[in-house]
């Protein structure tokens, strides 16, 4: 069977997270807070813990006097979250023959 | 494990919220403002001047003539500030390599425009009804509701923009005389500070 399962994405807002990153160069913590109604200590685990697979890279900026948290995917993050696609796309396959 | 179909019809969808039109043009803000300014000075030259500071006195022009006037003013500078709009927000597409007509641009401009056609529907049927007082606060208040709806898919600054519009819109309404004056606040002074910011912001 085509691509593997990773229980990174298990979380739905890992999940999420590394969605929006596959198809945004950069998103702020902020942005990611908006767009998927969580609480701030929920997001920033769920965002340290794909930081800490390798899955995410962070950076601090300044916009303004302001401070932003911008996150991006690295190749590897891209990479496994493809193949999880992949493996759920095969997954559909299977089950409709 | 929730199922496959369910999870990936959860990322499509989160990959299309979270998909921006950033191409606005700070830029196109500044001019834009500029071009309303003008506009409005133009406006209140052939209605108010010369006349009272109220602008309650002669006027220089027929009803019909000043109505013809003032509508091609309005549609010169609409023209003008979507043209430029158009071209620089184009034109900065291009320079950050990013796509123009994205779904995300698509939706950045079906959420703007829906208000605002509809709002300027609502101004024609505000000079069939002869009520002109309340046409500048019309304009303000659909374009304000435009810009927020459209925020959800643009640069941030867009939503504050539109609160101040409906802010001078509803100022407007409750003050007739103020109208124009709140029109060029908000078309004119209001875009060109929201642009500057924009342009010092993302645009360098």
């Known amino acids: 069977m085509k691509g593997t399962y990773d229980k990174a994405f298990e979380n739905v807002i890992r999940l999420r997270v590394m969605s929006v990153l596959m198809v945004n160069e950069f998103f702020d913590f902020n942005s990611f807070k908006e767009i998927m109604d969580v609480t701030d200590g929920n997001l920033a685990t769920h965002l340290r813990k794909l930081e800490n697979e390798g899955f995410i890279g962070v950076q601090k900026t300044f916009i303004g006097r302001k401070p932003q948290t911008n996150y991006r995917a690295t190749e590897e993050g891209k990479l496994a979250f493809q193949k999880h696609l992949d493996f759920l796309s095969a997954l559909i396959n299977e089950n409709n023959i | ?204």
Not at chain 2, 100 to 109: D, H, I, N, Q, T
């Open chain 2, 1 to 204: 494990m929730k199922k496959p179909e369910q999870e990936l019809a959860e990322i499509k969808s989160m990959m299309e919220r979270s998909t921006r039109f950033l191409s606005l043009s700070g830029m196109a803000g500044i001019l834009a403002g500029i071009y309303a300014f003008a506009g409005a000075g133009i406006a209140w030259y052939w209605v108010y001047f010369p006349s009272t500071e109220y602008g309650l006195g002669i006027e220089p022009y027929s009803m019909d003539d000043l109505r013809i006037y003032l509508l091609a003013v309005a549609v010169v500078v609409l023209i003008l500030a979507i043209g430029t709009t158009y071209l620089l927000s184009q034109n900065k597409s291009k320079r950050t390599s990013q796509q123009f007509w994205s779904a995300a641009s698509k939706r950045f401009l079906v959420a703007l425009f829906l208000p605002v056609l509809v709002g300027g529907l609502f101004c024609f049927a505000l000079i069939h009804e002869s009520s002109y007082g309340l046409i500048a606060p019309a304009t303000l208040i659909f374009y304000g509701l435009g810009l927020i709806s459209a925020s959800h898919f643009t640069l941030r600054e867009i939503r504050n923009l539109g609160l101040g519009q409906i802010l001078l819109g509803l100022i407007g309404a409750f003050f007739p005389p103020l109208g124009l004056v709140c029109w060029a606040m908000g078309f004119g002074v209001l875009h060109v500070v929201y642009g500057s910011m924009m342009y010092y912001r993302y645009d360098r």
